[in-house]
């Protein structure tokens, strides 16, 4: 099981199935570090992780969906009249990306509740590539944002990691050029497998990758709950 901070809580992943033992560590591991808000991603949750998870005060989210494409894609990238492309800058775009970000996901806090610290943390790891951090602008403001990530995996595996369109420009094909900017970055780049988790919820999402001829491989249940911190 991993586990690992997100923001003001926890995130536990499980590719495998667990026993109860290994579930009850992660849970005391949490509460040992203060506790506080838990979401478990499990791929195809047997009864009885069901009951751990119910036991401790768990209960059932919207599923997460992996979905996948082979690159490149059909459709080549095309940026909507008026917007331009180009790269993220670190320490120069970070507080108007940071305000996009939180307006684009303001109903997922886990995301949208992003910080400068946050930011930097994925800014300092060993994937990132601002070349593969795209934006597209408008009169020299952030309307959208494609973040991808490559996995050094074999095959190697091209992640959309996050991916967001300011409200505002909702609806003019923003979501769908960058979508499309992103996995070119990454075929270009040689990669030939593309993925991203979408939450099974978020239809607009959903049905833009589906359009773009990705495929839903499989999907991870979700619970979420909290975990009270040991009294000292
Ligand atoms: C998902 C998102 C990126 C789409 O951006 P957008 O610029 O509004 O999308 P586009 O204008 O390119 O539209 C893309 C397609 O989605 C469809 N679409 C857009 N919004 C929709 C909605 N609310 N419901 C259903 N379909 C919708 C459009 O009809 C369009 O289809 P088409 O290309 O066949 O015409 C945007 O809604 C967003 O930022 N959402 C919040 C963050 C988020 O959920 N990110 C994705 C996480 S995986």
New binding site residues.
Partial sequence: MEISRINHGWVMRSHAHVAEVEFTAAIANIAANGGGSVRWFVCEPNADEQRFATQHGLVADVPLLHMQCELPLAEQHRVPLGFVTRPFRPGIDDDEWLAVNAR??ASHPEQGEWTHAVLNERLAESWFDAAGFLLHEIDGRIA?YCFTKVHRTNPPVGEIYV???DPA????????ALTVAGFAHLSASGLRHGM?Y?AGD????I??YE?LGMRVAHRDEVFVGTVSANRP
């Fill in positions: 684009a996901f959208g991916i967001g369109v420009h909702h609806g003019k094909g923003l979501g769908r991203l979408v978020n239809l607009a999402a049905g833009l359009s």
